[in-house]
């Protein structure tokens, strides 16, 4: 979230500061228009790993060829639903050169018309992005990542899905609307020369990449204390307060408090949810002051909030039983 300038600084330059981010919050919990406001016709991508990245690809296709996926607002996805939605709305580029919705999706298939034969063909950019054994380059990231098993989920999404795609691989660029750049950038002088990630303006207005807040490492996750998380180019966080109440998480059993220096530390209370903040700004930490704003300050994050975090993160199922494969360091 972020903490607001004074009302007398709005229209003042701004110098590089290299330790925070002038970016707009939007509280949930106030009169404030949200992002995606307006929104009549939406489409929602659902999970399943490479069946849903398939399914979802065939459900575009069949749209485009009816000239229908153009008057989408929306798209919100998760999981596999994501997979395939996030390459749709950022792709320009396959290995270099610029493509078309049409390539990208292919032609529409009649199930009767698909012999060996047809199957032989070469598929849609968009059937056969993924870049490599998934297995082997798992295999390599864990050893390269032994005891950061937490950024190995990511960094597939990047190798073994985004590859090939111009751009959408990069952990270090941010993402936002192109309509919001220059405006950015001014407010941001420190990022002028940054890369940024924006969506295809050819696609729907707003994209949502669904996920969820589990627990912090070394307690437990359960139905009382998921925290609905969503993604966008332009904003991310968590819409509401969970029953407006704080969240409470309980010490894993597996882990007893005495092993890691946490003796009569076993619950946790804490305030999650309750608005968005602009995405390219979005890791740092919280401040107390979440009033909201059009130029508030946040810490600047260690990293850019980049698209296969994002991914990842909306596709955590498998990346959470990575999360588990800790050394005995951990």
Known sequence: MGQCTSASTKSEKYRPLGEVFRAKV???????????AGINVGLCASGGGCRAMSFSTGVYRALNELEVLGKLDAISSVSGGTWCSSILMFAREFKGAPIETSELLGKVTIPADLTMEALKEEVPLLSGVVNGDSSTIVKALLEEHKGREYEVWPKLM?????????????????????????????????????????????????????GCSLAPLKYEASNDNVVSFQMCP???????YPQNQQVKYSMAPMLPCKDFGLSGLRSLNRTMGGGFTE????????????????????KEPSSPFALPYAVGISSWAAGGALNQARGPEW
Not at 26 to 36: A, K, Q, T, W
């Open 234 to 240: 332009d904003f991310t966080g968590s819409p509401f």
């Open 158 to 210: 990047s190798e073994w899905l985004l590859r090939n795609f111009d751009g959408l691989d990069s952990l270090e660029a941010y993402m936002a609307l192109e309509e919001d750049l220059k405006r950015i950038r001014e407010d941001n002088p420190q990022l002028e020369k940054k890369r940024f990630l924006t969506p295809r303006t050819d696609k729907p207005r707003t994209f949502i990449m669904n």
């Open 279 to 298: 995405t390219f700004a979005f890791g740092g930490a919280a401040p107390k002051e979440q009033s909201g704003g059009e130029k508030c300050v946040l």
């Open 26 to 36: 939007l509280p949930v919990h106030g009169d404030v228009e949200l992002p995606g």
